[in-house]
């Protein structure tokens, strides 16, 4: 697998690849699917202090990770929140693994410090993901998130990386 930084080129297949997570999974909270033009919008927002990162596998998008601010205040400036998704004919192949370490390497040499992933429940692969790379789970937020007519539980998961 090829891991790049994200280009304008990369929007469409990252915009389609998210929006079937928002229209079948509780992966995401979002209920509504985005527009190419609102992903751009998202990427350009992360890329211009953080970084965005896609997977390609045989000339195709096969999944994208990126991290951005945990807060908005200062004292959390040492703190980001990662996120992957990958495409659903490309999980179990080891993609996810290698996007998000590549991920991990990126925020170390950015000067980051604390990495935090949220996990809505349940989520095996990705709860799996995080602690083969790893993070520790810190704690659960009961019935924070309500899709699909029911409430979801999500998992903060922390790793340490300075």
């Known amino acids: 697998m090829n891991i790049r930084r994200v280009k304008d080129d990369d929007i469409m297949r990252i915009t389609e690849i998210y929006n ?5 999974t509780t992966i995401t909270f979002e209920t509504e699917t985005i527009s190419p033009l609102e992903m751009k919008k998202r990427v350009q927002e ?4 953080h970084d965005w990162l896609v997977g390609e596998f045989n000339q195709e998008i096969v999944g994208y990770a ?13 703190t980001v929140e990662l996120t992957i998704y990958l495409a659903q004919e490309s999980i179990g192949k080891g993609f996810g693994k290698s996007l998000y370490d590549e991920l991990i390497k990126s925020a170390e040499k950015h000067g980051f410090r604390e990495l935090i992933g949220v996990i809505a429940l349940p989520n095996l692969k990705s709860t799996m993901l995080h602690q083969n790379l ?11 998130g ?17």
């Open 20 to 24: 079937w997570y928002i229209s079948n």
């Open 46 to 49: 992360k890329v211009a202090k």
């Open 66 to 78: 990126y991290y951005g601010s945990f807060r908005s205040r200062p004292a959390y400036n040492h």
């Open 134 to 144: 790893g993070f520790e789970e810190i704690g659960v937020l009961k019935k924070v």
């Open 146 to 162: 309500y899709k699909f007519d029911k409430y979801i539980d999500v998992a903060i998961w922390q790793k340490s990386i300075l």
